[in-house]
């Protein structure tokens, strides 16, 4: 009974591993300054939605009015941090940006005005926060919790669109290159 499921999943297993092997042996990728400006991209477009996921922990502060300022003070401090990480490596791109493939410099150029309304937001939050501690809940501080959510909500959205025609490039290439390839190779 064993040799039954055992060989179904052995010739599973084999035919699996062809298409893999084949793809291994393609010819060797270069790692070029696209694709390092690409996963730049992807790391912001993660951080965006990192950033998006605590401007929403800080609107749920400033609707507890249980949280304490040193609780709003750790939110801040996150925001802040990644922020100014975001805007480290999106400067590097930006010097980059004429050696970089067309949908990569559209992507800087489109990041660029939404992180800097995301740094404003949080440096306003934080002036607003140090200077307001014991009336947290109040409208303006809550105001820009909800505009510092949806600025990285909009550069998530932006990158991840850049993201996907980045891939539909990337595919289209392979499906150029298939039909280019004389059949036996």
Request: hydrophobic share 40%; proline share 4%.
């Amino acid at each position: 009974m064993r040799t039954k499921f055992t060989l179904p999943a052995v010739t599973l297993l084999v035919c699996w591993s062809f298409p893999l092997a084949q793809a291994s042996v393609g010819t060797p990728h270069t790692f070029t300054l696209a694709d390092e400006a690409k996963q730049k991209l992807e790391h912001i477009q993660a951080s965006a939605a990192f950033l998006q996921e605590e401007a929403g922990e800080l609107i749920e502060a400033v609707q507890d009015p249980t949280m304490d300022a040193a609780g709003h003070q750790l939110i801040l401090n996150t925001l802040k941090e990644r922020v100014n990480e975001m805007g480290r490596e999106i400067g590097i791109l930006n010097a980059e940006r004429k050696a970089l493939p067309r949908w990569e410099r559209n992507a800087i150029v489109r990041t660029i005005p939404l992180l800097k309304d995301t740094a404003a937001q949080t440096t306003h939050a934080l002036d607003w926060f140090n200077r307001n501690k014991a009336d947290l809940w109040a409208s303006a501080y809550d105001g820009y919790a909800y505009r510092l959510r949806d600025d990285s909500a909009r550069m998530t959205q932006v990158l991840g669109d850049y993201l996907k025609l980045a891939k539909l490039h990337q595919e289209e290439h392979h499906v150029d290159k298939a039909l280019r390839t004389p059949p036996g190779e």
